[in-house]
């Protein structure tokens, strides 16, 4: 017998439990047929699981391949099969508790091993529907801006999950099981793409092998994107903060969504019309807003250079004491290129990011104090996430809003806003 391919994954993404021996092709020559997918519609193969009698591995949890009819298929954890990981579970799982109780206890922990990864591919293949039973398009993004946006163009025709919720850095967020379990179950992953989720790309490389995954920043003008030196060629992921860009993710959204749910794509184009507008209205608040700071003061520094396209966008000068990644630890030398900046422009005011720890920016404050300049927080600005979900804060616009208010505020020496104290919820 023959090494199964055990390294291969499951249908929610996860390891398999291999490896274990498959079935003789020469022994068993439908499921050599399976493999080469000539088969009309399944085939079985069984496990040969360590510490089981000969009986109990004969007849134990055969695996339904459905090659035909154009069902969606995974790698199998087995044997390597395109399958649709459908496990049933007939009156073999009675013989197996038999056997596990009769032989070992090594016996019974695998069992349960087995019992729920049935439970969780079983669920991997059927759709989200609402109680009322109409199938709703289900929909898993990455960050919460993508996740917002997903909402207005779906309104009640979709199920949106952000999997990086309020205060998480995408630059350095790995995915937990639940995360894998759940994307491998979505109709449509959205994500930014560019590099922001750096530690995710092997996950959403395999998982556009079998679903729709769609970088929304695929759809913005690639000329109108940064690329900073330090970023080594790479273009800087927040797109997000030129409102205009933005606008053309949301179309590239609107794009993929319509593609997997064309029975209701008349709707979202009219919602992203709806939408496009208020984006529009933000896009000329903010230039208004910016332009009431004096131009000497429009100076924004922040922890890592999460705001060079708001920056561009509205006129106002960016400066960070980390690059475009979190990825990497500041140093003292950076901290002290913009003590220098700070003292020599007299910059009244610094800024703290939710997503990202302040320990470098109350180093930039001790270092601007020490020599004679005082400096304060400026406030809080949401850079990486959004606030928390229910508030204003927690909307792309709405995320937009407090921090022209904390910025303004801060630059121009009023009472800094504080994230802690929410406005009243809702979409703006």
């Not at 937990?176 to 922001?196: C, F, K, Q, T, W």
């Not at 790479?234 to 903060?241: A, G, L």
């Amino acid at each position: 017998m023959r090494a199964c391919a055990a390294a291969c994954t499951t249908a929610d993404g996860t390891a398999g439990l291999g490896p274990y021996p498959e079935a003789d092709p020469e022994a068993d020559p439908e499921a050599e047929a399976a493999r080469e997918g000539v088969l009309p519609d399944a085939v079985f193969t069984r496990l040969a699981l360590p510490g089981l009698d000969r009986g109990a591995r004969d007849e134990v949890l055969p695996i339904t391949h459905n090659v035909a009819n154009g069902s969606r298929v995974d790698k199998c954890f087995t044997c390597g099969y395109r399958c649709s990981m459908r496990y049933t579970f007939r009156n073999s799982v009675r013989r197996l508790i038999q056997s596990a109780n009769q032989r070992s206890m090594a016996g019974a922990l695998l069992l349960c091993a087995i019992v729920v990864l049935m439970v969780g591919c079983e669920r991997a293949g059927k759709s989200l529907q609402t109680a009322d039973g109409p199938k709703r398009l289900s929909i898993v993004t990455t960050t919460g801006m993508i996740a917002d946006v997903a909402r207005n163009i779906g309104g009640d025709l979709v199920s949106v999950h952000a999997l990086m919720g309020e205060g998480v850095d995408p630059h350095l967020y790995k995915p937990s099981p639940g995360d894998i379990r759940m994307l491998g179950e979505a109709d449509l992953v959205l994500y930014n793409g560019l590099h922001l989720e750096g530690r995710m790309g092997d996950v959403i490389e395999n998982l556009g092998k079998s679903r729709p995954v769609v970088p929304v920043a695929d759809g913005i003008d690639r000329s109108k994107l940064r690329s900073p030196p330090e970023f080594e060629g790479q273009h800087d992921p927040h797109v997000w903060f030129d409102v205009q860009l933005w606008r053309q993710a949301t179309a590239k959204m609107l794009e993929a969504m319509s593609k997997a749910d064309p029975a209701n794509a008349t709707t979202y184009q009219v919602n992203t019309a709806r939408y496009a507008e208020r984006l529009m209205a933000l896009d000329n608040e903010a230039r208004t807003r910016i332009a009431s700071i004096p131009i000497d003061r429009r100076v924004l520094i922040t922890a890592h250079d999460a705001f060079g396209y708001f920056g561009r966008a509205y006129g106002i000068e960016v400066l960070a004491i980390q690059g475009v990644s979190t990825d990497s630890e500041a140093g003292l030398k950076d901290v002290n290129r913009l003590v220098d900046v700070i003292v020599a422009r007299k910059i009244p005011a610094v800024f703290i990011e939710s997503s990202v720890p302040r320990k470098t920016i109350d180093a930039l404050i001790e270092g601007a104090n020490s020599r004679g300049q005082h400096v304060v927080v400026g406030g809080e600005l949401f850079s990486d996430a959004m606030g928390k979900d229910g508030t204003d804060e927690g909307t792309y616009i709405g995320m937009v809003r407090h921090n022209l208010k904390v910025i303004i505020e801060g630059l121009l020496g009023g009472p800094a806003h504080s994230p802690t104290r929410k406005d009243e919820a809702g979409t703006p």
